[in-house]
């Protein structure tokens, strides 16, 4: 999908307008997963940035990210059979 927005002359003489693409799609992605509606490697892969800059996006704006262990897959996995049979 594209998406076409209108930004009015003035704030492109300060500032490039790859550099406002870049911007928006890592607050958009930032947005998407603070919300829990993708995951911390989708919303990198969103943003076009690596998942260590992501990661520092989100520590920058206090934004919490989740990481599990194996162990803690392991017990989630195993509390979702439990709960489907």
């Known amino acids: 999908m594209q ?3 209108e930004i009015p002359d003035e704030y492109l003489s300060v500032t490039q307008p790859n550099e406002i693409v870049k911007c928006l799609k890592l607050n958009v992605a930032l947005m998407m997963y603070q ?3 993708v995951s911390v490697e ?7 940035v690596p998942l260590y800059d992501f ?3 989100c ?10 262990d194996a162990s803690e ?3 989630d996995v ?3 059979m439990r ?3």
């Open 59 to 68: 520590k920058k704006r206090l934004i919490e990210v989740q990481c599990y």
């Open 42 to 48: 989708a919303a990198s892969k969103f943003a076009e």
């Open 78 to 80: 195993a509390t979702y």
């Open 83 to 85: 709960a489907v049979s």
């Open 55 to 57: 990661f520092d996006e």
């Open 35 to 37: 919300s829990g509606e």
């Open 3 to 5: 998406l076409n927005i």
């Open 73 to 75: 897959v392991f017990e």
